[in-house]
């Protein structure tokens, strides 16, 4: 994308979420007696808490259909480049997690996940994220005279906690057009971005099909 703000700071995965798994797991190891209900708890929440730290990432399949098709690059922590422009200054220190897609043309996207400490801090991380998307236009705008931008709200979708889809154009003064199409869902306290952006305007979005990717995002998650 031809926009960039600063690059959001990358955080490195911290040992915390293995640490409450190695914790329930200890625990079953230790249960006086052994008893099996009390071994099994045990282990069923080990694997709740590997599966909570671990969310699962579309497939290049799952992706707006496109004539080149489309690559996936592998999961790699921290924040995506990617999604500077928009989020970079205002994405809280969480350990996020993102995949790179791209086709043979101009087009890209991205997927960014990140497990919250809670349900709650899950829902103030994506009203978060929200806002910045929503106010995004004008912040382009503000930094840089030469581009106009023109945010739009798509609506929510009917998905777990839910999820929202937000459109950007923009246009430089040199000509230059690109749009883009984001999503924010949540899965109680996992949170997911997924961008998708192209040469063009809004005509040429593929809404309807993003809004499938944006749907099985969330739903794909666990």
């Excluded at 928009?86 to 220190?93: F, K, Q, R, S, W």
């Excluded at 030469?146 to 000509?175: C, D, M, N």
Aim: overall charge positive.
């Amino acid at each position: 994308m031809p926009i960039r703000t600063r690059t959001a700071a990358l955080a490195a995965l911290t040992a915390a979420a293995l640490a409450v798994g190695a914790a329930a797991t200890a625990q079953a190891g230790a249960a006086p007696g052994g008893t099996a209900q009390k071994n099994a708890s045990a282990q069923k929440n080990a694997s709740a808490h590997k599966k909570a730290a671990a969310p699962r990432f579309l497939a290049a399949s799952e992706l707006p259909p496109h004539p080149t098709g489309w690559t996936a690059g592998p999961v790699t922590d921290g924040f995506p480049e990617q999604l500077a422009y928009c989020l970079g200054e205002g994405v809280p220190a969480y350990d996020y997690r993102h995949r790179l897609f791209h086709t043979e043309l101009d087009t890209s996207a991205v997927q960014v996940t990140v497990v919250t400490g809670s349900a709650a801090k899950g829902k103030a991380l994506a009203d978060r994220l929200n806002k910045e998307i929503r106010t995004c236009a004008a912040r382009l705008e503000r930094l840089y005279p030469e581009i106009e931008a023109e945010g739009r709200f798509f609506g929510t979708l009917p998905v777990e906690e839910g999820a929202t889809v937000h459109g950007l154009h923009t246009q430089t003064s040199y000509g230059a057009t690109d749009v883009n199409l984001l999503s924010v869902g949540r899965d109680g306290r996992t949170v997911t971005v997924v961008g998708w952006g192209q040469m063009g305007d809004f005509d040429d979005a593929p809404l309807a099909a993003f809004k499938k990717t944006a749907k099985k995002a969330v739903t794909k998650l666990y």
